[in-house]
Every structure is written in C-alpha cells, then in structure tokens.
C-alpha cells in the first residue's frame, strides 16, 4: 500500500506558546499515514526560506519520501494559532506563500508518478483542483478535505472537484445531524464516491450514495493528558482512508457498509491519541525562525 500526500505544507506558529509546527494537510496525511505503517510520500512546492527547510527537514524526519518535491524562490505559508481550552484558534495566514501561489502542476512524468500510489490526498488549501481531473483518469484513488468554510461546500466549489474525487471529507461540527446529512449527499450527488462528515465530540458519518454510517468519538481516556486538536481532522481522515485501502477498496470495488463502520472506529481511535500530541506531528522550534507578523 502507498499513498501520496499532494499539495499544501506550511508552519503553525502557536503565538501563545511562542513555538512553530510543521503542518498542512497534505503533509499531515502523509506523515500520519507513514505512523500508521504505509509507504508515504508528500508532492509539493517548499519555500526557499528558514522555514521552508524546516519543513522540509521534519517531514523527512519522519520517513516520508519527498524526493519529488520542489524548493521555489519564496516564503513558506504560515498560520498564527492560540490555544483556548484545548482547542486550536486560528488567527489567520500568508496565503500559503509559494506553496499555494506557485504550485506543481502534473507533467506527464509527475502524474505517471502519482499514479504509482493508491491513493493521492490533498486539500482545499493545496491549489491544485485544476490537477483533480487527470488524477482522476490513474487508477489512484483521490481524497480531498473540504474544510469548514461555506466557500469550499458551494455548488460552485463542489462542481469542480467532486467529480475527480472518491473521498471528501468535510468538517461538520458545527452543523446539525440533518445539516451534516445535507451536506454529505449533496457532495456525493455532485458526484463524490465517499462524503465523510466529521462532527467533533458528536462522532463521524459517512455516506456512500446508498447508506449512512455513523461511529461514535473516541473519548480521551484522561481529558488532562490533552494537548491540543491540532491535526485531530487530518489524523481522523488518514486513519479512515487507510483502513479502506486495508478493506480492499479500489476505484472498481466499493467498500462495504462493514468496513465503512471500521473506518470510522478507526478514525476516530487515531483522531483521538493525537489530541495528546504537540502541534500535528511535533518538532516544535522557536518561534522566531517565522515573522512575528504577516
């Protein structure tokens, strides 16, 4: 089994702790995917910066090929995040810096590449839905997470990627059970082969088109142990997709309401242990290796 983290990294700055994290969700796929014990490689475009080689540094440092990605002439993306009660507050970014404003575009021999995996993931924040549609002609499976924002669940938006997508992800705790139900079929009739909607404390639910599926969240054995929710969606999804690919599904073979019911206990176990872990995959330097502001 391999998969491809595709498109966006970038440095959380966590001002109320004066420490900078690796991230983005790409990357986080990637490298949760490989502490899940997949081959794992991340595709994309670093900036030529401090920062960028700290990225580049620690998430190689955990084992993730990134051999094919590119250092452009630039500044890595960066968000500004505080901790409230456990929960990450984002305070805004650059823009994502070159990663998003230069990003790769498939050549032939960038797409047999990705075709290779079994399944390649990126995310609204990557810049890449004009490459969705020749992913879509491999046989690699493709995920994409949608975020929370209006914006990117628009039938504009879904317009252009739900096609070329076998999983999206959306983030739905802030909605109703219907508003969440909603969301996911319209997604899948867009034309999406898989809607996850994750729902914080509320659980997860999946639908296929046919079924709805829905698992608890994994509590937190001692609440006190809490880091912070960095990462917690990305984890959850990597976690659901593996479980999938370990199921069987392919393109041609559609999981089962069984394996769809593991994913998501699956998901939810591995969202779980990584509220105990600083940032999304740690690392944590100082601060001052990114601007105060931006």
């Known amino acids: 089994m391999k998969v491809l983290g595709f498109g966006d990294n970038i440095v959380d700055r966590f001002v109320d702790r004066g420490i900078a994290y690796p991230g983005g969700n790409s990357v986080n796929f990637a490298v949760f995917a490989r502490q899940l014990g997949v081959d794992a490689s991340y595709l994309g475009v670093f900036g030529s910066d401090a920062a960028g080689t700290f990225l580049r540094d620690a998430v190689s440092d955990q084992g993730v090929d990134i051999s094919r990605s590119v250092v452009r002439e630039g ?43 079994d399944l390649v993931h990126t995310s609204v924040y990557s810049a890449t839905e004009s490459q969705l549609p020749a992913l879509r002609e491999t ?81 937190v054995d001692d609440p006190s142990t ?35 019911d593991t994913a998501l206990r699956d998901g939810a176990g591995f969202a779980a242990r990584q509220c105990l872990v600083e940032g999304a995959f740690g690392h944590g330097v100082d601060a001052g290796i990114v601007p105060a502001t931006m």
Request: proline fraction near 5%; include cysteine.
């Open 226 to 260: 809490i880091v912070d929710t960095m990462g917690c969606g990305d984890a959850f999804i990597t976690a659901f997709a593996v479980s999938l690919l370990t199921s069987g599904w392919t393109r041609s073979r559609r999981p089962w309401v069984g394996a769809l």
């Open 139 to 219: 046989s690699a499976l493709v995920s994409i997470d949608l975020s929370s924002e209006d914006e990117f669940r628009s039938p504009e938006y879904l317009d252009r990627v739900a096609p070329f997508a076998d999983l999206v992800l959306l983030s739905c705790s802030h909605l109703t059970l219907r508003q969440t139900r909603a969301v996911l079929a319209d997604a899948v009739d867009r034309g999406a082969g898989l809607a996850v909607g994750t729902r914080g404390i509320r659980g997860a639910i999946v639908f296929d088109g046919r079924d709805h599926v829905t698992a608890p969240a994994q509590p």
């Open 75 to 117: 500044p890595s993306g960066v968000s500004t995040l505080t901790v409230v009660d456990g929960d990450r507050v984002f305070g805004g970014w650059n823009g994502g810096g070159v990663t998003v404003g230069q990003p790769l575009e498939l050549d032939p021999e960038l797409l047999s590449y990705a075709a290779s995996f």
